[in-house]
């Protein structure tokens, strides 16, 4: 069903497109490409001359300029086409994207209080600074900050996700975002944005493309483009006058043709490349877009390619979100098993994962089954900032557990104490990467619960592949140093910031940055956005508040740490994209110039068809040849520009070895099997 | 303006020790090699100067070998090459003269060197095959057995680059010279 | 086999050599904490020669300036002195006025180290104009390259302040080029060249005929002529001329001298960089290219000489039109092919003579004019290649591209694409407009795509401040004397101009770090890079007009 829809989808940006390349003919919009614009003014000078040939003047025949004439619109054509695709393919986005911009009612509060009068007003007069109340079943009217009330949202217009989010005042998930829906409850938000400029517009301006300004690679290799446009141009216009040269020393033939010159230079200047620059850039773009990655500028992807540390947080990117009990390990005396019951005991109650991992840890390693704590007439104690412990009180036994200095308090205070093996266990357990969980019964001092960081399957190999790539990783975290250091072994990170506060964070930043290095990271509270906006690559989680948003340089929608990594890899997809259309598309020429140059000068100097080491059948089909292939080449490679060339994590030298053979090799051998293909064909077409 | 004077000062001191410094120690150490400093002359007893043993001089006369064309007809100060392409038809027709100056057929094929322009026209030498096919010709002008000539030319034959050319060179003066010394000046007038 | 041999040893030799003197030059020209009292002393020396400005520290901007404002020294002095020659002393052979146009074009030419001669030094220059005006440039010009190289190279290792150019210019003067051009002056004193200021001998020959024998300070003028990739002969036919160039071993000796320098100006960019092995990347693939040309050299002057085909001449070593006998065969097409791979000029042989398809080698050389290159600007061409090498192979390997750590961005692509324009423009189109006039067609020598190779070969000479012709080429007329030196000097600044702002504009950048994921510029697969960089965009853009010249004369006339 899905691959019906995409199909369709496909089809429908396939048709648009079409029209589109026709409408990009507008010279206005040529002149912008100097690559394509040289072809669009040789296009019109042989429409020129094919008019004269017509007309009982031409320089050579009619037909044949005529074909040529029409491949040269065709190269411009397809390169629109390959624009309007890329484009097109955002549109498509951007439809959806409008579509949830439905003329939305908001209920405007006089006072920013839940209790306060309603106005109901159209969403786009809000202002920033206004409130409106959101209830269950409303769409959020606008980007803005929850100010009171807890709901659960629905936001998968915008990330894809249907799975609701809770949203609440203060916090980290504070901020809301505009055609969004409150499924249950209700919010008091403050809007923080102006019409027009809020997330979805600049979504929707951004996978567009509308506004889209060339990124610094993007101007610099459209500098070397033009600058070998006019090389190639200076190596064909003077041929006219050095076959003049020519025609009058060897006292034979024709000078070369306009129409084989243009050909020829619309051969040699790299088309292939010109045509589909800017289709690659925004695919760029519409790569991120597909990763659910809103990145605010081209410049911040072409950055991502960059990245050489990326900072990590420990906590659901590098380990599973929650510690889980692996071990009991008893005090001098003390049954294993017993030291089980009570922490069983002490967790039946409680809901944290932690606490879940205890009783399944006791279930599986003693088979002591779950009990149903209101049955056993036992209170829970919860957890709270004070004490820091929990536990439960049950027929006159308190079971308390807690971290090592907690528990020592509270068995002091009956008068026990902290047994020193238990002491050398609790060091043991932190210095080996886990958390110890202090059990005691009353004064009595059971053991230690093994609480350890889980880390997630295939991430080492994944670090090795970024060390590979030439990116270091920094674990963070609020661990200790202890700790931190047996994760960062164990997940194989090359470095990680233990007990990191925001301010450590962006001095660590700073630091590496100082060094050279380009830094990525990950955040979502408030507390984050400084270190967000000192990194170079600052993706903000979507759940996150609106202060990270604004100090990164990328959303991800699926607010997902881990994308981090591919952010990278598409960033280095879209420079190696380019580099790689770059080298075919020089290569290529070496073919051309061995169909070109002998057709050029066969009345001059016929010896120079020794020079046609492709055998192509006559010089008019040479050039046609070429061309066309010239041509073809364009719309061949329209998904290769629009995909991206394939990355692999390895090193620099590896993947500059691999591209050079592909593309620049390949870009040597190709059009000579290309070029005398075509020829064959036309030759078997009786066209030359 | 403080640069103009800077670099004035520099040109200054850069001339002084680069034109006047260097010209004279090298003229110094030119006193150690008296005879090539001064050109490698040839003189007569009288002082005169023949030539230098180095710049190819003009023979047309059958009883001296012949040092290979020259297109400034060894004008020994405006040297200069013919400067033809070598498959310029020039060339050809200019080979053609050549070729029936020293009667060459193809039974007795010219070797290359006399047919060929040296780059400056002053190409003191020519190849000692060159000198034993002019043999023929100075033999008979001289009325000696061509084997006096042939050994002559043996004795004046030399390899320019030792163990690095395997070509073997005569210089055309010093042979014509060693002609006219050991053999019958007074023929030269025939 | 000889000759596999001779030149084995005149490149290895070469590339030995080049080695401790690189590190030597580093030692000259960029004196560390290390470089010892001594040298500090020399310092101060042409610090207090350098007067007012002798202890400036100079950006890329005031280092260019001065630069420019001591070549525009240069170029004064030097006309002056040709200008007035019939005035001044040491005149013993009494040399006339010099025509205007020529003095332009001589002067142009030895200022830009070019040295394209349209003049003949033995029929036209006094002693004192070869001495004060011509040599004086050699050694100046050729220490302006070396200056440049070296600030450029300071200015790549991050150092803002490129250093000071007077005391560099006099560095590389005093330091540099006098010291070895005393040792290859005497070498060829001993080889039998002259070395006086008495005027021509006037000898009656053998045959009783008048021969005047020009002869002069040539020794001296040689050395800076060879070492310093200057090329201006004593003589008009250069060193095919016996005077200039006696023996063998003389040969032998300048070959080494034309290569020298450029080949140790590689590893002194390497020390000043402090990447050594970058430069040892670099040297391989220049060498790569320097083989190249040399097999195809040799290969296509095997074959003798076509005009002679058919007539009764025994051809067994190929083509000697043009060729000197004491040089050897396998040293001519060598020599073509150094001469023209660095910016020398001075040939050993007529390269219009030369088969066609071997006089195409030393146009390939004028072309990338980076395979070693002239003195110091050698390597400065070669980093506009390598920045574009390192621009195309970055974007392949998905960073940002950067060069030693800095990145090469819109503004360093620009100037290197300008720079590298410039060189086709100033050879495809004054050719064309030579092409299609009387101003070339009417001094040609010869007919045919020949005459096209002449007025291509002398246009790219031009452009690569080469100075070696195809010289059959009527050349001293006021259209070619103009054109040539506007395009001499021309070609000359800007290659230092804007390589140099490159170096300025990186060093201005905060450096990144190195990973495992940054282009490396030190292995095999960089130097194939930057030889298909270097192939496709710099040798490519000629093949055209190849074609039209020695290309279809060979296929035409030789197969």
Known sequence: MKTNLSALRDTRIIQRAIGESFRKLDPRHQIRNPVMFVVFVGSALTTVLTVQAFAGHGEAPAGFILSITLWLWFTILFANFAEAMAEGRGKAQADALRKTRKDVLAKKLKEPKREAEVETVPAPTLRKGDTVLAEAGDLIPADGEVIEGVASVNESAITGESAPVIRESGGDRSAVTGGTKVLSDWLVIRVTVNPGETFLDRMIGLVEGAKRQKTPNEIALSILLASLTIIFLLATATLLPYSLYAVNASGQGQPIGITVLVALLVCLIPTTIGGLLSAIGIAGMDRMIQANVIATSGRAVEAAGDVDVLLLDKTGTITLGNRQAVAFLPADGVDPKALADAAQLASLADETPEGRSVVVLAKTKYSLRERDISKLGATFVPFTAQTRMSGVNLNGRTIRKGSADAVERWVKEQAGSLPSKVRTIVEDVARQGGTPLVVAEGAKVLGVIQLKDIVKGGIKERFAELRRMGIQTVMITGDNALTAAAIAAEAGVDDYLAEATPEAKLKLIRERQAGGRLVAMTGDGTNDAPALAQADVAVAMNSGTQAAKEAGNMVDLDSNPTKLIEIVEIGKQLLMTRGALTTFSISNDVAKYFAIIPAAFVTVYPELGRLNVMHLAAPQSAVLSAVIFNALIIVALIPLALKGVKYRPVGAGELLWNNLLIYGLGGLIAPFVGIKLIDMALVACRLA | MNSLLVSLRVALATMLVCVGGYTAVILGVGVLTPDSAQGSLITRPDGTIIGSRLIAQKFDKPHYFWPRPSAPDYNASGAAGSNKSPTSADLTDRAKQTVERYGATQDKPLPADLAAASGGGLDPHITAHAALYQADRVAPARGVAREAIVALIERHTFSPGGPLTPDRLVNVLELNLALDRDFDPTSSSK | ?559
Not at chain 3, 224 to 245: A, D, H, M, V
Not at chain 3, 350 to 371: E, V, Y
Not at chain 3, 476 to 496: E, K, Y
């Open chain 3, 1 to 559: 086999m000889t000759a596999m041999v001779f030149i084995l040893l005149i490149v290895g030799g070469s590339a030995l050599l080049s080695w401790p003197l690189g590190r030597y030059m580093k030692w000259a020209m960029d004196p560390d904490e290390t470089a010892g009292p001594g040298r500090q002393k020399l310092d101060r020396i042409f610090a207090s020669i350098a007067g007012t400005l002798g202890t400036e520290q100079q950006g890329w901007k005031r280092y260019m300036v001065a630069l420019l404002i001591f070549n525009i020294v240069m170029f004064t002095v030097s006309f002056a002195f040709m200008a007035l020659q019939q005035h001044l002393p040491l005149n013993p052979d009494e040399m006339k006025a010099v025509e205007g146009s020529l003095i332009f074009n001589t002067v142009a030419s030895f200022t830009s180290n070019t040295n394209l001669q349209h003049y003949s030094g033995e029929a036209s220059m006094s002693y004192l104009t070869q001495l004060c005006s011509l040599m004086w440039l050699q050694f100046v010009s050729a220490a302006t390259g070396v200056a440049a190289l070296a600030a450029m190279a300071r200015g790549l290792a991050g150092r803002k302040m490129m250093g000071n150019f007077f005391v560099d210019v006099q560095r590389a003067t005093f330091l540099v080029l006098l010291p070895i051009s005393f040792v290859v002056a005497t070498l060829f004193l001993f080889g039998g060249m002259p070395m006086t200021l008495q005027g021509s001998a006037h000898a009656a020959t053998l045959e009783g005929l008048q021969q005047i024998i020009a002869r002069g300070p040539v020794a001296a003028f040689v050395a800076i002529k060879q070492l310093g990739t200057n090329g201006g002969g004593f003589f008009g036919p250069n060193c095919t001329q016996p005077f200039e160039n006696p023996t063998f071993w003389t040969n032998a000796v300048c070959m080494v001298a034309i290569i020298l320098i450029p080949m140790a100006s590689v590893w002194m960019f390497g020390r000043i960089i402090g990447r050594v092995r970058h430069a040892g990347v670099v040297f391989a693939v220049m060498l790569v290219f320097l083989l190249a040309k040399i097999s195809g050299a040799v290969w296509f002057e095997q074959a003798p000489t076509q005009a002679f085909a058919s007539l009764p001449i025994e051809q067994a070593t190929g083509n000697l039109e043009g060729k000197e006998l004491r040089f050897g065969a396998a040293t001519v097409p060598l020599w073509a092919v150094l001469t023209t791979s660095t910016s020398n000029g001075s040939v050993g042989a007529m390269h219009d003579s030369l088969n066609p398809m071997t006089g195409l080698m030393p146009m390939i050389g004028m072309w990338l004019n980076a395979t070693f290159g002239g003195v110091g600007v050698g390597m400065i061409n070669m980093f506009i290649y390598i920045i574009l090498a390192v621009f195309i192979a970055g974007m392949m390997v998905g960073r940002t591209p950067e060069y030693l750590n800095r990145r090469v961005e819109a503004r360093e692509i620009k100037f290197a694409a300008v720079t590298l324009l410039a060189h086709a423009f100033f050879i495809l189109v004054p050719t064309a407009v030579f092409a299609v006039t009387p101003w070339g067609a009417a001094t040609l020598n010869n007919v045919g795509p020949h005459g096209f190779s002449e007025m291509l070969y002398e246009f790219s000479s031009a452009a690569a401040n080469n100075g070696s012709g195809f010289e059959g080429l009527g050349d001293n007329t006021v259209p070619w004397n103009i054109a040539t030196g506007i395009v001499m000097l021309l070609a000359r600044f800007i290659p230092i101009i804007l390589p140099l702002a490159i170096a300025g504009s990186l060093a201005a950048k905060k450096p990144t770090a190195q990973s495992a994921g940054t282009l490396g510029v030190e292995d095999v697969t960089f130097a194939a890079m930057l030889i298909a960089t270097i192939l496709v965009v710099g040798a490519l853009t000629f093949f055209p007009a190849a074609a039209l010249g020695p290309i279809v004369e060979h296929l035409k006339f030789m197969v």
